[in-house]
């Protein structure tokens, strides 16, 4: 018999691994958006291409620009690359699926849509309470910035938390892997995630359930309670300071809705998750952290910011000079 994570205590698994009858997976979709296809396949596009050319601007900015080789754009810049996995991995997928109707994706393939999906979104979170906790440190305690928040003290907290998303991603996929899939074999969405792929097991998933339970409220809510205490002290420093500093506090307030809409879509998702008859409101809160959020950062980041503006126009005259 299974136990929680699928596995078998005989020496016949692999014979039982083998009675896997479902090798390709139907993706749905929109289906009732059908008689809007064209429109929603060509927002989405667009969407699309805002997202991928504007985080590669800001990679190329801060790799080629001096003025912003500090911490805080270095964690934007790993912020822009968790977003360009993240649409690079979804959008494309779910492009032919409005066109198309449907998408066909194999098993192994859809395990991988799942692993990329999920690294990308632990990586994000956690990267976000880096960047809350940059500019607390900043705020807050701006004289000793410079030794806390340190070149190298950013590149192995950048590494420590990919190396993070890595394990607890891999853990997810070994528990899916040494499932028994035995049909049906359509998902109700419009990419491969952690529940619709589970719900196609025929194997005993409680197991799996608790464990990524618990694991969603460490990587999810453990950054969440970071990011929103580092922006108390913010906000309780920031009103100390005369009115001058209001176009910071609007830059501060337009990057908090943006984290606010990307944590509560999550957390409604993944750690309150709403009842089977509203897998409708389910995609449209997906479409929010998968497709919104990745095109909202660059434009928080960039078009609100006097720094990457100067840089950009700087290397934009620069290349204009040598033609």
Not at 54 to 65: A, C, P, T
Not at 149 to 174: D, E, K, N, Q, R
Not at 261 to 282: G, H, Q
């Amino acid at each position: 018999m299974p136990d929680g994570f699928g596995r078998t205590a005989d020496p016949d698994h692999e014979s039982l691994q083998s009675t896997n009858n479902v090798t390709s997976i139907f993706l749905l979709g929109f289906p009732d958006l059908q008689n809007h296809k064209l429109f929603f396949f060509s927002l989405l596009f667009l969407l699309y291409c805002g997202t991928i050319s504007g985080n590669l601007l800001i990679m190329v900015l801060y790799l080629v620009s001096k003025t912003l080789q500090s911490p805080m754009y270095f964690f934007i810049t790993q912020l822009s690359l968790c977003d360009l996995l993240l649409t690079t991995d979804i959008v494309p997928v779910l492009l032919h699926t409005v066109l198309y109707g449907a998408s066909s994706i194999t098993l192994n393939g859809c395990i991988t849509q799942f692993f990329f999906f999920s690294n990308s979104e632990f990586s994000e979170c956690v990267l976000l309470s880096g960047m809350s906790y940059d500019r607390y440190v900043a705020i807050c305690n701006p004289l000793r910035y410079h030794s806390i928040m340190s070149h190298t003290s950013c590149v192995i907290s950048a590494g420590v938390i990919w190396m993070m998303s890595f394990i607890a991603t891999l853990s997810y996929v070994i528990s899916i892997c040494n499932l028994r899939f035995c049909g049906p074999n359509v998902i109700d969405h419009f990419y491969c995630d952690f529940e619709p792929l589970v719900q196609l097991s025929c194997s005993d998933t409680s197991m799996i359930h608790r464990w990524i339970l618990v694991m969603g409220y460490f990587i999810i809510m453990g950054p969440f309670i970071v990011i929103v205490t580092s922006y108390v002290y913010i906000v309780i420093a920031i009103l100390k300071i005369p009115s001058t500093t209001g176009r910071h506090k609007a830059t501060c307030s337009f990057h908090l809705i943006v984290v606010s809409l990307f944590y509560a879509t999550l957390i409604i998702v993944y750690i309150f998750p709403t009842k089977d008859d509203s897998m409708a409101v389910s995609k449209v809160l997906s479409l929010i952290y998968t497709v919104m959020t990745p095109l909202l950062n660059p434009i928080i980041y960039t078009l609100r910011n006097r720094d990457f503006k100067e840089a950009f126009l700087k290397i934009n005259l620069a290349f204009c000079s040598d033609h």
